[in-house]
T-cell receptor, first 112, second 112 residues
Framework: QKEVEQDPGPLSVPEGAIVSLNCTYS??????FMWYRQYSRKGPELLMY????GNKEDGRFTAQVDKSSKYISLFIRDSQPSDSATYLC????????????FGTGTQLKVEL | GAGVSQSPSNKVTEKGKDVELRCDPI?????LYWYRQSLGQGLEFLIY????????KSGLPSDRFSAERTGGSVSTLTIQRTQQEDSAVYLC??????????FGAGTRLSVL
């Protein structure tokens, strides 16, 4: 079993839609959670991170963590064509060093 | 300031040849990471350097892979006797200790 599972998509939505991206993880010891965005032929860039269960909001983006279910989500409100990218959930591995384990990424396309 | 720089951006090589991939981290970042991104596999951790400490090589897939970091700055990832399954995008990231990882655009390696 992979440590982080993510539906690869692709996911296609109309402009203005609410997008829900999800990951599950296997290790209850994981402490905090990140979402990266990766545009085509670019490196991933950190979008959001959160330490605790509940919601964290940043503009049109909301990160949600449910530690009891080992489930993390990223919601995008009022999606824009510029949001078209691959979204990766990432979790620092236990054991130190801040090494990240990533989901496979969900490819999102927001259409006009 | 400049971000993480990787070179070359693309590399095509023949099976059995050795390749060297270079990473210039953000100035002042003491931590440097190498990841590999394969189609359908997501990002996989390869190796991690922190300051003058011994590197964490736990993610290297075989002894054909090695990396060094000179003077606490530039890093080179070397793949000896390349195989077709080594074809992937190799990403480098740097961070301050325990901080956010900033990624380069990667080197796209194709082994023919």
């Amino acid at each position: 079993q992979k440590e982080v599972e993510q539906d690869p998509g692709p996911l296609s939505v109309p402009e203005g839609a609410i997008v829900s991206l999800n990951c599950t993880y296997s290790n209850s010891a994981f402490q905090y959670f990140m979402w990266y965005r990766q545009y085509s032929r670019k490196g991933p860039e950190l979008l959001m991170y959160t330490y605790s269960s509940g919601n964290k909001e940043d503009g049109r983006f909301t990160a949600q963590v449910d530690k009891s279910s080992k489930y993390i989500s990223l919601f995008i409100r009022d999606s824009q064509p510029s949001d078209s990218a691959t979204y990766l959930c990432a979790i620092p591995l236990t054991g130190g060093g801040n090494k990240l384990t990533f989901g496979t990424g969900t490819q999102l396309k927001v259409e006009l | 300031g400049a971000g993480v720089s990787q070179s070359p951006s693309n590399k095509v090589t023949e099976k059995g040849k050795d390749v060297e991939l270079r990473c210039d981290p953000i100035s002042g970042h003491t931590a440097l990471y190498w990841y590999r991104q394969s189609l359908g596999q997501g990002l996989e951790f390869l190796i991690y350097f922190q300051g003058n400490s011994a590197p964490d090589k736990s993610g290297l897939p075989s002894d054909r892979f090695s990396a060094e970091r000179t003077g606490g700055s530039v890093s080179t990832l070397t793949i000896q006797r390349t195989q077709q399954e080594d074809s992937a995008v190799y990403l480098c990231a740097s961070s301050p200790p325990g901080g956010i990882q900033y990624f380069g655009a990667g080197t796209r390696l194709s082994v023919l």
